[in-house]
T-cell receptor, first 113, second 115 residues
Framework: AQSVAQPEDQVNVAEGNPLTVKCTYS??????LFWYVQYPNRGLQFLLK??????LVKGSYGFEAEFNKSQTSFHLKKPSALVSDSALYFC???????????FGPGTRLSVLP | KAGVTQTPRYLIKTRGQQVTLSCSPI?????VSWYQQTPGQGLQFLFE???????NKGNFPGRFSGRQFSNSRSEMNVSTLELGDSALYLC??????????????FGPGTRLTVL
């Protein structure tokens, strides 16, 4: 069965510093990995996805994520955090054996001015 | 291109009532999925529709049902509401060109409160 873990409930970072939001996964076959962000009282916004190819994926708003097959991880990163990046971040996984998206529990990112 | 729209945005119901939520996907998208989001359980998959047929179903009781119309618009229905059904219900649409790698695009959600 597919599963996703986001080991940190909360991540705090100072504005201008690099940020990392962690995600590890478990799937039966090749993973298809996604990152979404949710602002208060809003739906989820797509940031980026990994399907195949280059392990470093670039996405929206300056975010990128690194796929590491040996560590079964897909951490979200940004070189310089903005206060406006403060939100709830979800990692999701799917494989060809899975029936649907499986989301992680979410990580709340707070960027402090 | 307009995004995914959901109506209504907010609903207040009492226990035992039923409710119908509506979702209009992005133009050209043929797959619609529904999720329930609660603080305790997080995001949980309800069901997915493609070409007016339910393709996948999550682990929810039969009180939760849905359908998709020929124009890809979808509705979900919850009958005999319980307090625990209070949640944000999210609809997502995708092109359905590849069911495993397609990006799902989410609507703003319907906030259901059951009193």
């Amino acid at each position: 069965a597919q599963s996703v873990a986001q080991p940190e409930d909360q991540v705090n970072v100072a504005e201008g510093n690099p940020l990392t939001v962690k995600c590890t996964y478990s799937v039966s076959g090749n993973p298809y990995l996604f990152w979404y962000v949710q602002y208060p009282n809003r739906g989820l916004q797509f940031l980026l996805k990994y399907i195949t190819g280059d392990n470093l994926v670039k996405g929206s708003y300056g975010f990128e994520a690194e796929f590491n097959k040996s560590q079964t991880s897909f951490h979200l990163k940004k070189p310089s955090a903005l206060v406006s990046d403060s939100a709830l971040y979800f990692c999701a996984v799917r494989d060809i054996y899975g029936q649907n998206f499986v989301f992680g529990p979410g990580t709340r990112l707070s960027v402090l001015p | 291109k307009a995004g995914v729209t959901q109506t209504p945005r907010y609903l207040i119901k009492t226990r035992g009532q039923q409710v119908t939520l509506s979702c209009s996907p992005i133009s050209g998208h043929r797959s619609v999925s529904w999720y329930q989001q609660t603080p305790g359980q997080g995001l949980q998959f309800l069901f997915e529709y493609f070409s007016e047929t339910q393709r996948n179903k999550g682990n929810f009781p039969g009180r939760f049902s849905g359908r998709q119309f020929s124009n890809s618009r979808s509705e979900m229905n919850v009958s005999t509401l319980e307090l625990g059904d209070s949640a944000l219900y999210l609809c997502a649409s995708s092109l359905a060109s590849d069911r495993f790698t397609d990006t799902q695009y989410f609507g703003p959600g319907t906030r259901l409160t059951v009193l």
